[in-house]
């Protein structure tokens, strides 16, 4: 059996990828047909409550340090017309879930069983709005349990600015030993105070741990 995966970063005027845009505020979301589950990262978490609570409703929520799960009373794609699912069903390509918004897009992630189907997706998408392809591949071989495997990442629950102070520490040797950089001279790469790095960087570390023990577990 042959896959084709393509991840495309789409600048799509939606609400919820609005609602990313200049903020510390990452949306992974799951669309139930009579509602929407949203996990999201980072600190602007009133604004979403806000706007979701005026848009779609919530039904329950949780919330853990910059951490929050939401589900909404209605789905979003009720609400407002075209989202990403039409474009996938006129070309029969397959959602993998769930949907990504940050920095006022989406991140959306699709399967197709071929070639041509997944092209012509990406240049109706690429006709209506500014589209960037962050991957492609084609899968040849254990299609199922790469598919498995690759469903969970011990880095998808990270903010931003976690993400970014992992890649910093990793790219300027803070892991190396010796250390190729110091915590406050990483910090001045990405114009922060050393404290400010060092607590993004810890709690990065902390849920990457808690996940790969989890696992162990």
Not at 12 to 24: M, N
Not at 88 to 108: F, I, K, N, T
Not at 166 to 171: D, F
Not at 189 to 201: N, Q
Request: a negative charge.
């Amino acid at each position: 059996m042959t896959l084709y995966e393509a991840t495309f970063r789409v600048a799509h005027e939606s609400a919820y990828a609005e609602l990313t845009e200049g903020r510390d505020l990452r949306l992974d979301m799951w669309c139930n047909d009579h509602c929407d589950m949203i996990r999201a990262s980072g600190t602007d978490h009133d604004v979403l409550i806000d706007r979701l609570e005026a848009h779609v409703g919530i039904r329950d929520m949780y919330r853990e340090d910059e951490r929050l799960l939401l589900i909404t009373n209605d789905c979003l794609r009720s609400h407002q017309e075209p989202l990403i699912e039409a474009y996938l069903s006129e070309h029969g390509c397959l959602l993998w879930p769930p949907q990504q918004y940050e920095h006022g897009q989406l991140l959306v992630r699709v399967l197709a069983l071929t070639e041509s189907s997944l092209s012509e997706l990406y240049q109706q998408l690429v006709d209506d709005f500014p589209v960037t392809v962050e991957s492609k591949l084609r899968r040849t071989h254990d299609v199922l349990d790469n598919i498995v495997d690759q469903s969970h990442s011990v880095t998808a629950g990270l903010t931003n600015r976690q993400t970014e102070a992992l890649i910093a520490a990793h790219e300027y040797g803070f892991y190396e030993i010796p250390r190729d950089n110091t915590s406050e001279e990483i910090a001045t790469h990405l114009d922060l105070s050393r404290r400010t790095f060092e607590e993004h960087l810890r709690r990065a570390e902390g849920k990457i741990v808690s996940e790969v023990l989890s696992e162990i577990d």
